[in-house]
Nanobody, 122 residues
């Protein structure tokens, strides 16, 4: 069983930055594929970024390439999402996800966090 707890969300002006954190429980954190999704009001949850289970590969949605960076610190059982050049359309609840094999873009994963709100004002 893996528990995921996100933090770092908040209110930021357009063009600003935030860093989200996802702290995971469990001794096998380093073997899990990890990722981030988001859900804006009235929209479906969408894939943002992920790590492969080995940590050797990263994947990004086209709309965040060059602005967001996913990273992980296995010693701290934590995965991060550095978000730069934020825009109002990035406003959403951001969710951390973990899977024993692969974080699928369709959201088929083993574990979800509770989400953290990111609001970008214009």
């Amino acid at each position: 069983q893996v528990q995921l707890v996100e933090s770092g969300g908040g209110l930021v002006q357009a063009g600003g930055s935030l860093r989200l954190s996802c702290a995971a429980s469990g001794r096998t954190f380093s073997t899990y594929a990890m990722g981030w999704f988001r859900q804006a009001p009235g929209k479906e949850r969408e894939f943002v970024a992920s790590f492969s289970w080995s940590g050797s590969s990263t994947y990004y949605a086209d709309f965040v390439k060059g602005r967001f960076t996913i990273s992980r610190d296995n010693a701290k059982n934590t995965v991060y999402l550095q978000m730069n050049s934020l825009q109002p359309e990035d406003t959403a609840v951001y969710y951390c996800a973990a899977d024993r094999l692969r974080v699928r873009a369709d959201g088929t994963v083993d574990y979800w966090g509770q989400g953290t709100q990111v609001t970008v004002s214009s």
